[in-house]
């Protein structure tokens, strides 16, 4: 089984400002990890996601994550923010290849980033 | 590339009635497409897992009499919510994974927001 934990439900920023979101897995087998991104009454866009390699990913819209295997994380960062960046943000994660779980994603709770002018 | 539709993108019926969503995949196959439900300020909840030309995989919970799942080709399946009650209003969204795709990547649909009254 697998777990998410999206550890902010609510982040406030100021526009051109950094931003970080947090994301915490639990899984008892190898994950591929993802960010999607919700705007009001839409479906989810893929912003970035991590299956092997290089643990520093890049997505669209100049995002960036960084796995990290020893502390379970998956956060995602933002040099400078703009106001179209205020939507609602959610990790998952799905097992890898060859495990039940391939393909079906887990997500967290959901985090609202709200950027301010 | 990898657009999925949905349709309608928001119904509105009567309590006993049935609806059909549809959710397509416009330029790329899906052997496999995924159904979520997600209530207001929730998360993603996955409902089942439909495999082309095959029967859906019901996640716990999830009454396979009620929400009926086909996939009879590979751009194209429907979720028929049969004998909808308020309770069953909710915004059910669907993603489509490109066959052979690295990851089973996940493109996701606008989705439908459905409302029993």
């Known amino acids: 089984a697998q777990s998410v934990t999206q550890l902010d439900s609510q982040v406030p920023v100021f526009e051109e400002a950094p931003v970080e979101l947090r994301c915490n897995y639990s899984s008892s087998v190898s994950v591929y990890l993802f960010w999607y991104v919700q705007y009001p009454n839409q479906g989810l866009q893929l912003l970035l996601k991590?299956?092997?390699?290089?643990?520093l990913v890049k997505g669209i819209n100049g995002f960036e994550a960084e796995f990290n295997k020893s502390q379970t994380s998956f956060h995602l960062r933002k040099p400078s923010v703009h106001i179209s960046d205020t939507a609602e943000y959610f990790c998952a994660v799905s097992g890898t290849a060859g495990g039940t779980s391939y393909g079906k994603l887990t997500f967290g709770q959901g985090t609202i980033l709200t950027v301010h002018p | 590339g990898a657009v999925v539709s949905q349709h309608p993108s928001w119904v509105i019926c009567k309590s006993g009635t049935s609806v059909k969503i549809e959710c397509r995949s416009l330029?790329?196959?899906?052997?496999?497409m995924f159904w979520y439900r997600q209530f207001p300020k929730q998360s993603l909840m996955l409902m089942a897992t439909s495999n082309e030309g095959s029967k859906a995989t019901y996640e716990q919970g999830v009454e396979k009499d009620k929400f009926l799942i086909n996939h009879a080709s590979l751009t194209l399946s429907t979720l028929t919510v049969t004998s909808a009650h308020p309770e069953d209003s909710s915004f059910y969204i669907c993603?489509?994974?490109?066959?052979?795709?690295?990851?089973?990547?996940?493109?996701f649909g606008p989705g439908t927001r459905l409302t029993v009254l």
């Open positions: 991590y299956l092997s390699g290089s643990t």
């Open positions: 993603s489509a994974s490109p066959s052979g795709s690295r990851g089973n990547t996940q493109y």
């Open positions: 330029d790329f196959q899906a052997t496999t």
